[in-house]
Nanobody, 125 residues
Framework: QVELVESGGGLVQTGGSLRLTCVAS????????MGWFRQSPGNEREFVAA?????????RYADSVRGRFVISRDNAKNTLYLQMNSLKPEDTAVYYC?????????????????WGQGTQVTVSS
C-alpha cells in the first residue's frame, strides 16, 4: 500500500512559479512510475506529467505544460516534485499526485493505482 500526500499549492499571479511536492509513504518499487494530474471545476481530471521512478530521465508531459513544467523525483526521500513556471490562469486546478505499479509512462488516469488528496493551485490574471 502506498499513501501520497501533496503540498505546495497556493495563489500566484500570472507568470509566477510554484513547486508542488508529493511525499510517498510505503515502498515505492523501482518498476513504478509517478504522475501529476489536475482537475478544474466542470472538467475531467487531466494528465500533466509523468516520470519513471527508477530512471528519472524518462519523462512525459502534456502539450499544454511542456516547456513550462518540470517533473522530478528524489528516490532517497520518496518524494515527487512538479516545478511550475510561467503559470497561466488556465493552470488553475486541483493538482493530484499519482503512482502506477508499472514503469511505462501513460497519460491515462485509469492506469494509476494510488492517488493523493490533491492541492489547490490558483493563478490570478
Amino acid at each position: 500500500q502506498v499513501e501520497l500526500v501533496e503540498s505546495g499549492g497556493g495563489l500566484v499571479q500570472t507568470g509566477g512559479s510554484l513547486r508542488l511536492t508529493c511525499v510517498a509513504s510505503g515502498r515505492i518499487l523501482t518498476n513504478y512510475s509517478m504522475g501529476w494530474f489536475r482537475q478544474s471545476p466542470g472538467n475531467e481530471r487531466e494528465f500533466v506529467a509523468a516520470v519513471g521512478w527508477r530512471d528519472g530521465a524518462r519523462t512525459r508531459y502534456a502539450d499544454s505544460v511542456r516547456g513550462r513544467f518540470v517533473i522530478s523525483r528524489d528516490n532517497a526521500k520518496n518524494t515527487l516534485y512538479l516545478q511550475m513556471n510561467s503559470l497561466k490562469p488556465e493552470d488553475t486546478a486541483v493538482y493530484y499526485c499519482s503512482a502506477r505499479i508499472m514503469s511505462s509512462l501513460t497519460t491515462r488516469k485509469e492506469a494509476y493505482d494510488y492517488w493523493g488528496q490533491g492541492t489547490q493551485v490558483t493563478v490570478s490574471s
